[in-house]
């Protein structure tokens, strides 16, 4: 998070499809 809130969206969407 932070600054770039749209990055960490982004990176935990695709951790996410990682995990699964």
Do not use: Y
Request: aromatic share 0%; glycine share 10%; hydrophobic share 45%.
């Amino acid at each position: 998070s932070g600054p770039n809130e749209a990055i960490d969206l982004a990176v935990v969407g695709i951790v996410d499809t990682l995990s699964r």
